[in-house]
C-alpha cells in the first residue's frame, strides 16, 4: 500500500510547488518603475497626505490611497452612479501607472461596502482577459475617493490567437496533473481527472512570485478529480508547455454531510434532520463547525455563505482520498479525517471557501500565505466566540514563550563517529513522550529486518521484527521511512505505530525514522508512541546508515512556560496529538513571526512556503487583538470585534488574488480608515443545537484614528511591507572570483581570445534535430552590444524567445556549437582555462556547457569536479521528461539570475590537469555548446576573454616611481533614445553613453525632460539607462543627459528629441 503525505489544507504534510520551468526559489529583481511625473502628477492632484506602495511585479502602481483626503477633489460622488462614474474619470487619467491602458479597463461592479461604494474594473487586451488583473476604487460616503489598488500588466503587445486548441490544452493539463500531482503522488495512480474549467487569457510570468515577466498567451485550465485534487495548470497556448501550475487544494443556512464521498447514498445528515440522530462525534462537529462559521459571518458581516448567495455548505466526513489526518477544502466539499473535526478546523476549512468567493487569493507564495492565515484567523475568531472545545486556560499569552501544551522544537546532533558527525534537521513526534532540555545521548543503531513483503520492502524500514535485536536491546534504534509500502498498514498511524512495536520488543528506548529526501521531516501526526521518537531528513538519515551506529545530542530546542491554549491551532483534534500552528508565537512551531524571521520560508515547496510564512499574518492578528510589545514595537490592543471586522473588510474590499504582505498592510490601514465612525458588530455566533444561530449583534465599540495606529504597528512590528531579502538566493554565477594564483605568483596567459575581431580563428558545428523537416540551427554570432554594460566584442549563443515546439520547420531544437582553435596544454603551475559569461536561458530545457576535445579526440562534457569556480549547476531534463534539446540530461549552466528574466556576467575557472586525458603538451579543443528545444527561450550565453593561464612564480618587487598629478580630462556625453517616437501611456529608455580617452568615467548623470528632473542614475562602465513611461502631452520633447563630473572627469552633456503620438 502507499501511503502519501498530501494536503494543502490544514497542515503541511510534505506537499510541494509542482516543478515546471518557469518557477524558480529565487529573490525578485527590480522592475520597471512608473514614471516620475504620473507619480508626483497623482500626489499633486490629490487633496491630503497620499501614500504610493509599488507592486512588485511590474514596478507599477499597486496600492495609492490617502486617509485624510480625496484622490480626484474636482469630481464629487453622492451615488453609486456618480462613484462609479469619479472612478471612472480618475482612470481615464491614472490608468498607465497602474500598469493598463485606459481602454484595457472594464468596469464590472459597482458595490456598496461599508461607508460607501467599491468600483471594481477587470482587464483584457484583445478581448483576453488578464490573468488577476483587478483593480478596485473605493470611493466613501462623502463621496472622495480613498484608495484604488490592484495588480495590471504593462505594456501589451502579443498575438491573442492560439495554435494550441482548448480541447488540447485540456488534455494536456490533464496528462500533466495524473503524472506529477502537486502532493507527490506518482504516475497513475490519480484517477477521475477532467478539465472542470479552461480559460483563454493573457499571463504575466512571475505574477504569484511578485517578480517581472514576459506576458504570454495562455490556456488557464482547471484540473480536478471533485475530490482531493485541484489544481491550476497554466499553458503556454503557442506550445502548449506548462507556465505555472498550483494546488488549489486549500484545503440561508443550508448543510450536508456525507460519510467517505459525496454520493447522494452517502448522505447521512441535511438540514431539518434531527440532531445529532446517528451522527458519530466528528460528524456532529461537522455540522456544528458549519453552523458556527455560517452564523458568525452572516451575524457578523452580512454574509450569507461563502458566495455571499447562501450556498448549501457540504461536507465529507472520514473522506478515504485524504491521507489522514487531514483536512481540505476541494471547491465544491470541505473533507475531514476521523478525528480532525474541532471546531477551529473546521472553521478554518469553511475559511478557504470565504477567501476563494472574496479576495479569491492564489494559493502560491505570499498570496497563498495570506490565504492560509485568514483560514487560521477565521477559525480562531470562532474557536475564541463560540461555546465548544473551549480548553482553558485561555489566558492571554507571555510574549516570548511557548504554551507548555504545545511540543518542543529539538535540536538533534550526530556527535560521533566523526565521520558522519553534525547537526540533522529534525522534528520530534506529536504523539511521543515530551523532549525536554535535559540533553540525551543516546547510542544509536541502525534496525535491520527481514525483506518479507513483495511489493517494495527494504532491510531497514522495520516492517518485520528485527533481526539485530541484540544489538537494538537498551539502545535507540534508526529506521528508513518507507511510505511506498506503509507496511501494509492501512494508515498513517497504523504504519508508524507498527514500527514503533517492533522496535520496543527489541528492546529499543527510542526510535529515528529516516524522512524521504524529497518531504521534509514531519512530526507524524496521528500515531502515538510509548518512547520517545523522531524524524530526521533524508540527508542525516543516510549519515546514520553510513555510520551504522553512532551517538547523538538530542534535546528541546525551545522552552515553555506560558500556562494557556490561547491562539494555538488544531489543539482540540486527536488525530493531530495536539495543536498545528501557533498564532502568537509562530516561532515555536518552526514558522516566522516577522518577515525577516530566519524561519521566512524561501524555497518552492509547499507553494512557496504558504503553511510556513502564514506565521506572519498570524501574528499580526494575535498581536492587534491582545496587544504586546514585539520586534521593538509596542502594538495597542484593539480587541477581537474590531481587529476581525478591519481583517473581514480588507478581505472583502481590497485583496485581489495576487495581493502580498505589503498589499496587506495597505489594505488593513485603508480598511481601517473606512471604519473609523462607522456602525461595527461584535463578533456573534448564537448558540443552537447545531452550531450557531440567527442572532442579533452587539455593536462593538466604534474603531478610532488611535485603532488605525495600532493596525499600523501591527504591520510594522511583523514587517508585513519589507521585503524578505534573505530570500535572495544570488546570480546563477558566482561573482567573488578568486585569485587564480597564490601568493607569491602571478598568472600567465599562454593563449587567449577576446572575441575584438568577432569569430575568427573559431568554427562551428550544429546538430538540428528536425534538419528532415526543414528546421535550422540558430548559430553563434559577433557582438558588440553585450547585456549587462559589457563593453566591446563578445560571441553570443542566442536562446530565441521564438520557433515551435510541434517538431516541425520552426521547431529550433538543437545544439550549436563554437569551436576553438588548438590550443596547446602549456607547461607550468596550475594550467587554467576561465572565460567571462552571462547566461539567460529557459530553465531546465534549454542550456549551455563546455566541451573539449584531447588530441584530436571526441568531444566530451568539461567533467562538474574539474570546475575550480562557477561550475554548471544543473542537469537539464531529457527526452523522456519531455525536452527535445539534443544536450538533455547533461549538466550544464541553465536559468537565469535571482528571480530575474536576465543574467549577468561572472567567471568560470576550469583545472585543466582535471581533464581526462589532458597532460603537457597535449592539443586541445574548447567547444562551446548552446543546446535548447524548439520554443520558449529567453535570451542566451555570452561569451568572452577565454583565456589559458599558468602560474609563475613573481620577481622581486621594485619600487615603482610616483606618478605625476594630472587635471580633469575632458568628457563626452552621447544619447539615445528608443525609441525615439512613442505612444502616449508606453515607456522609452534613455541611453545615456559617457566616454573619455582616459578610460570609463565614473559618477552620475542627471535625466530632465523639458527642463523637468526625471531622475539622477549612476554610470556602470561608463553607461547608464532609464525606462520611462511617456505620460506626456501629445507633441516634441527634449530629454537632456547631463554627466556631473567627478574628481577626475569634467561634465558634459547632449541631448535629443522624444515625440510622442496619441
Avoid at 14 to 26: C, D, R, Y
Avoid at 119 to 130: D, F, K
Avoid at 262 to 285: I, M, R, T
Avoid at 931 to 950: A, F, L, P, S
Wanted: hydrophobic letters at 35%; one cysteine or more; glycine letters at 10%.
Amino acid at each position: 500500500m502507499k501511503l502519501l503525505k498530501q494536503g494543502l489544507s490544514l497542515a503541511l504534510l510534505g506537499a510541494g510547488l509542482a516543478a515546471v520551468p518557469t518557477v524558480q526559489a529565487l529573490a525578485a529583481p527590480p522592475a520597471p518603475r512608473a514614471a516620475p511625473s504620473i507619480v508626483q502628477q497623482i500626489k499633486q492632484e490629490a487633496r491630503g497626505t497620499v501614500r504610493i506602495s509599488e507592486e512588485s511585479a511590474t514596478g507599477r502602481v499597486g496600492f495609492v490611497r490617502t486617509a485624510d483626503g480625496d484622490l480626484l477633489p474636482s469630481a464629487t460622488a453622492r451615488t453609486a452612479t456618480q462613484a462609479a462614474a469619479k472612478a471612472g474619470a480618475y482612470l481615464d487619467t491614472y490608468a498607465t501607472a497602474f500598469g493598463a491602458r485606459r481602454g484595457e479597463l472594464q468596469q464590472t461592479a459597482v458595490r456598496k461596502a461599508r461607508g460607501g461604494w467599491t468600483v471594481e474594473y477587470v482587464q483584457s487586451y484583445r478581448g483576453v482577459p488578464v490573468f488577476a488583473g483587478e483593480l478596485r476604487a473605493h470611493v466613501d460616503s462623502q463621496g472622495d475617493l480613498t484608495a484604488v489598488n490592484g495588480f495590471a500588466v504593462p505594456g501589451l503587445d502579443l498575438d491573442v490567437t492560439p495554435t494550441i486548441s482548448r480541447a488540447d490544452a485540456a488534455a494536456r493539463a490533464v496528462r500533466l496533473v495524473g503524472a506529477a500531482p502537486s502532493d507527490k503522488r506518482t504516475a497513475g495512480q490519480v484517477e477521475g481527472l477532467e478539465a472542470v474549467a479552461n480559460d483563454l487569457m493573457v499571463y504575466r510570468m512571475g505574477t504569484t512570485r511578485g517578480i517581472e515577466g514576459a506576458s504570454v498567451l495562455t490556456w488557464v485550465v482547471e484540473v480536478s478529480n471533485r475530490s482531493d485534487v485541484r489544481e491550476t495548470v497554466i499553458l503556454d497556448a503557442r506550445t502548449g508547455k506548462p507556465v505555472n501550475r498550483w494546488s488549489m487544494i486549500a484545503h440561508n443556512l443550508s448543510r450536508e454531510v456525507y460519510e467517505e464521498s459525496d454520493a447522494p447514498a452517502n448522505l447521512v445528515w441535511e438540514e431539518g434532520d434531527p440532531f445529532p440522530g446517528g451522527l458519530d462525534e466528528d460528524q456532529a462537529n461537522e455540522v456544528s463547525g458549519a453552523g458556527e462559521t455560517y452564523w458568525m459571518f452572516m451575524n457578523t458581516f452580512g454574509r450569507d455563505s461563502y458566495d455571499g448567495l447562501g450556498a448549501k455548505m457540504r461536507t465529507v466526513n472520514n473522506d478515504p482520498s485524504i491521507n489522514c489526518p487531514n483536512a481540505n477544502w476541494n471547491g465544491e466539499t470541505t473533507n475531514y479525517c476521523t478525528g480532525v473535526s474541532s471546531d477551529d478546523t473546521v472553521s478554518h476549512e469553511w475559511g478557504h471557501a470565504y477567501t476563494e468567493f472574496t479576495s479569491g487569493l492564489i494559493y502560491q507564495w505570499q498570496s497563498g500565505a495570506m490565504n492560509e492565515a485568514y483560514s487560521d484567523i477565521w477559525g480562531e475568531t470562532v474557536d475564541m466566540t463560540n461555546d465548544r472545545y473551549n480548553e482553558t486556560p485561555d489566558t492571554k499569552r507571555v510574549e516570548g514563550d511557548c504554551s507548555v501544551y504545545t511540543p518542543a522544537l529539538i535540536s538533534v546532533e550526530i556527535t560521533a563517529p566523526a565521520g558522519v558527525a553534525g547537526p540533522c534537521e529534525a522534528v520530534a513526534a506529536s504523539g511521543g513522550p515530551a523532549f525536554t532540555t535535559d540533553v540525551l545521548t543516546p547510542q544509536v543503531v541502525v534496525g535491520l529486518d527481514a525483506q518479507d513483503l513483495p511489493n517494495g520492502d527494504v532491510p531497514t524500514d522495520g516492517c518485520s521484527p528485527f533481526t539485530n535485536a541484540a544489538a537494538i536491546d537498551g539502545n535507540w534504534v534508526f529506521v528508513d521511512e518507507n511510505l511506498d509500502t506503509g507496511c501494509d498498514a492501512s494508515s498513517l498511524a497504523d504504519y508508524y505505530e507498527g514500527v514503533a512495536d517492533n522496535a520496543v520488543s527489541a528492546g529499543a528506548e527510542g526510535i529515528i525514522f529516516g524522512g524521504d529526501p524529497a518531504f521534509a521531516p514531519w512530526d507524524m501526526p496521528g500515531a502515538t508512541f510509548t518512547i520517545p521518537a523522531l524524524q530526521v531528513d533524508g540527508d542525516s538519515g543516510t549519515r546514520f546508515k553510513t555510520a551504522g551506529t553512532s551517538t547523538v545530542s538530542v534535546t528541546a530546542a525551545t522552552t515553555a512556560n506560558d500556562d494557556s491554549y490561547r491562539w494555538l491551532s488544531g489543539e482540540g483534534d486527536p488525530a493531530f496529538g495536539g495543536a498545528i500552528r501557533d498564532m502568537w508565537n509562530p516561532n515555536c512551531y518552526g514558522d516566522p513571526g516577522k518577515v525577516s524571521d530566519e524561519e521566512y520560508y524561501c524555497d518552492t515547496a509547499d507553494s512557496g512556503g504558504v503553511h510556513t510564512n502564514s506565521g506572519v499574518v498570524n501574528h499580526a492578528y494575535a498581536l492587534l487583538v491582545d496587544g504586546s510589545t514585539y520586534n521593538g514595537v509596542t502594538v495597542p490592543a484593539i480587541g477581537l470585534d474590531k481587529a476581525a471586522n478591519i481583517f473581514w473588510q480588507a478581505q472583502l474590499e481590497y485583496l485581489t488574488p495576487t495581493s502580498d504582505f505589503a498589499d496587506l498592510a495597505d489594505a488593513l490601514a485603508a480598511s481601517c480608515t473606512d471604519l473609523v465612525g462607522q456602525d461595527i458588530n461584535e463578533v456573534t455566533i448564537g448558540s443552537s443545537p447545531t452550531g450557531g444561530s440567527q442572532a442579533v449583534p452587539a455593536l462593538a465599540d466604534p474603531i478610532t484614528t488611535g485603532d488605525c495606529a495600532a493596525v499600523q504597528k501591527a504591520s510594522e512590528a511583523v514587517e508585513l511591507a519589507k521585503d524578505p531579502v534573505q530570500c535572495n538566493f544570488g546570480p546563477l554565477l558566482a561573482k567573488n572570483t578568486p585569485a587564480l594564483c597564490g601568493e607569491g605568483f602571478t598568472s600567465k596567459v599562454t593563449w587567449s581570445e577576446d572575441f575584438e575581431d568577432g569569430l575568427a580563428g573559431w568554427t562551428q558545428d550544429e546538430d538540428v534535430v528536425n534538419a528532415g523537416k526543414g528546421a535550422k540551427g540558430v548559430p553563434w554570432t559577433a557582438s558588440t552590444s553585450a547585456p549587462g554594460g559589457h563593453a566591446g566584442g563578445v560571441a553570443f549563443g542566442p536562446d530565441p524567445t521564438t520557433g515551435s515546439c510541434l517538431a516541425d520547420a520552426a521547431d529550433i531544437s538543437g545544439r550549436n556549437g563554437l569551436i576553438s582553435p588548438a590550443v596547446t596544454y602549456p607547461t607550468g603551475t596550475a594550467p587554467r582555462l576561465t572565460f567571462d559569461h552571462y547566461v539567460a536561458t529557459e530553465i531546465d530545457y534549454d542550456g549551455a556547457n563546455v566541451k573539449v576535445s584531447v588530441n584530436g579526440g571526441p568531444f566530451a562534457v568539461v567533467p562538474t569536479e574539474a570546475y575550480v569556480f562557477n561550475a554548471p549547476g544543473a542537469r537539464l531534463a531529457t527526452a523522456d521528461e519531455d525536452n527535445t534539446n539534443p544536450m538533455g540530461g547533461e549538466v550544464a549552466f541553465t536559468g537565469t539570475d535571482g528571480g530575474e528574466p536576465t543574467g549577468s556576467w561572472g567567471t568560470s575557472i576550469v583545472n585543466l590537469a582535471a581533464i581526462p586525458g589532458a597532460v603537457p603538451g597535449a592539443s586541445l579543443k574548447f567547444r562551446f555548446d548552446m543546446g535548447r528545444d524548439g520554443c520558449n527561450g529567453v535570451e542566451g550565453w555570452y561569451v568572452d576573454n577565454v583565456k589559458v593561464q599558468v602560474c609563475e612564480k613573481n620577481a622581486p618587487p621594485t619600487t615603482p616611481p610616483t606618478p605625476p598629478t594630472a587635471g580633469k580630462d575632458d568628457t563626452r556625453t552621447k544619447v539615445t533614445l528608443k525609441p525615439a517616437k512613442v505612444e502616449r501611456g508606453d515607456t522609452f529608455k534613455v541611453i545615456a553613453k559617457v566616454k573619455s580617452r582616459a578610460g570609463d568615467p565614473r559618477g552620475e548623470v542627471r535625466i530632465t525632460l523639458d527642463g523637468k528632473k526625471l531622475d539622477t542614475v549612476r554610470l556602470k562602465d561608463g553607461r547608464a539607462v532609464l525606462k520611462v513611461e511617456a505620460a506626456f502631452k501629445k507633441g516634441k520633447h527634449k530629454v537632456v543627459v547631463t554627466y556631473l563630473g567627478s574628481r577626475n572627469f569634467k561634465k558634459s552633456s547632449d541631448d535629443a528629441r522624444l515625440r510622442v503620438k496619441d
